[in-house]
């Protein structure tokens, strides 16, 4: 129940295209849904981040679009750029905030120019 | 600030001998975190401290691991002894107790126990 399921485990998009990347999870006690990414030989960093009382959070090319009901939610990526190939992770936590982050098992984005 | 600085960033050891991770938090940071990341398993959260107490060590694979935060601005997690399977990149984060959505990451370090 502490599961963050994430898929695709790799995705290749065009530049310019949309990348869509998808979280599931089971404990309705998550309260914190953020999204990091890392490149290689990086530490993760938060890119965006929602909480389950909205239903979508844009921050320039990158949204977060949350289904509370379908427990879901997932990460567009519009405009792709080369730059923004890198793995993605999606996470929850139930304190709001950074504590006790279960994270996804990363998605693997390549951007083709 | 310098961001969340962990030394060494690699480290090749043989089995059976003791390995010690080292992290220094970003200053004011009331959070600190262990993480692991392996392909298998993704990024696992081994232990965090609050203001230097330890709160949650339920990630923590085995007794040979350990971790200790003697004061606010340096953190060890220590393997004795390592095996071939603690092959990991080890990340430390931190965090404000307030306010605190964001967990800064180190950059890593790279362990292979051969």
């Known amino acids: 129940q502490q599961q963050v399921k994430q898929s695709p485990q790799s995705l290749i998009v065009q530049k310019g295209g949309i990348s869509i990347i998808n979280c599931a999870y089971e404990?309705?006690?998550?309260?914190?849904f953020p999204w990091y990414q890392q490149f290689p030989g990086k530490g993760p960093a938060l890119l965006i981040a929602i909480r389950p009382d909205v239903s979508e959070k844009k921050e320039g090319r990158f949204t977060i679009s949350f289904n509370k009901s379908a427990k879901q939610f997932s990460l567009h990526i519009m405009d792709s750029q080369p730059g923004d190939s890198a793995t993605y992770f999606c996470?929850?936590?139930?304190?709001?905030?950074?504590?006790?982050?279960?994270f996804g098992q990363g998605t693997r984005l390549t951007i083709n120019p | 600030d310098a961001g969340v600085i962990q030394s060494p960033r690699h480290e090749v050891t043989e089995m059976g001998q003791e390995v010690t991770l080292r992290c220094k938090p970003i200053s004011g940071h009331d959070y600190l975190f262990w993480y692991r990341q392996t392909m298998m398993r993704g990024l696992e959260l081994l232990i965090y401290?609050?203001?230097?107490?330890?709160?949650?060590d339920s990630g923590m694979p085995e007794d040979r691991f350990s971790a200790k935060m003697p004061n606010a601005s340096f953190s060890t997690l220590k393997i004795q002894p390592s095996e071939p399977r603690d092959s990991a990149v080890y990340f430390c984060?931190?965090?404000?107790?307030?306010?605190?959505?964001?967990?800064?990451f180190g950059q890593g370090t790279r362990l292979t126990v051969v």
């Open positions: 401290f609050n203001n230097n107490v330890p709160i949650d």
């Open positions: 984060a931190s965090s404000f107790l307030f306010g605190g959505t964001e967990a800064f």
């Open positions: 996470a929850a936590s139930i304190s709001g905030g950074a504590q006790k982050l279960v």
């Open positions: 404990n309705t006690a998550f309260d914190y």
